[in-house]
Antibody, heavy 119, light 113 residues
């Protein structure tokens, strides 16, 4: 059974960085792409970027270009998303999600990580 | 970017009745090369991550009750819950995955009347 387990909630000050992890189990980690999606309070889901867990290729939304970095540790079957220069508008639940195959839907999601940006 | 617009924003339906949610994309999400619509529907309950219901516009994910169905092509799509159950109370999102950035609709909240 596929599981994506994310790291716990974070509270950060404006200007800081946050790194969220997403540990995969139940499948071959390097055969899939991991996406990162966030949801601010009362807002729609917002796609941030993806990482190919096999070759490490990445692609980011223009909105977050320069502030977001996705990495992975294949030995730990874990993907990471780091967001820098945090501001209050970055307060949101951040999700990782697995892409079932090349250019397709997200078939499994992590439980979400709440990141609160506050001074 | 492809803009996804859902209607209505919310609806209240009696138990056992039909619920219909619409989704429109600002550009076609249909690919002639493989005859597929790159459109998915997700269900999100409070405090939970989204759950995949439908992909390729009309293919039901394994384990999803058959009261959920998807239809449409090109730019106009529909999610139908044929007989609403109490456990279907949730927010439903459509998503296009034919281009980056992957974009979602604003969500439709389904409640019991």
């Amino acid at each position: 059974q596929v599981h994506l387990v994310q790291s716990g909630a974070e509270v950060k000050e404006p200007g800081a960085s946050v790194k969220v992890s997403c540990k995969a189990s139940g499948y071959t980690f390097t055969n899939y792409v991991i996406h990162w999606v966030r949801q601010a309070p009362g807002q729609r889901l917002e796609w941030m970027g993806w990482i190919n867990a096999g070759n490490g290729n990445t692609k980011y939304s223009q909105k977050f270009q320069g502030r977001v970095t996705t990495t992975r540790d294949t030995s730990a079957s874990t993907a990471y998303m780091e967001l820098s220069s945090l501001r209050s508008e970055d307060t949101a639940v951040y999700y990782c999600a697995r892409e079932q195959a090349a250019v397709t839907h997200f078939d499994s999601w992590g439980q979400g990580t709440l990141v609160t940006v506050s001074s | 970017d492809i803009v996804m617009t859902q209607s209505p924003d919310s609806l209240a339906v009696s138990l056992g009745e039909r619920a219909t949610i619409n989704c429109r994309s600002s550009q076609s999400v249909f690919y002639r090369s493989n005859n597929k619509n790159y459109l998915a529907w997700y269900q999100q309950k409070p405090g939970q991550p989204p759950k995949l219901l439908i992909y390729w516009a009309s293919t039901r994910e394994s384990g999803v009750p058959d009261r959920f169905s998807g239809s449409g092509s090109g730019t106009d799509f529909t999610l139908t819950i044929s007989s609403l159950q109490a456990e279907d109370v949730a927010v439903y999102y459509c998503q296009q995955y034919c281009s980056t950035p992957r974009t979602f609709g604003q969500g439709t909240k389904v409640e019991i009347k």
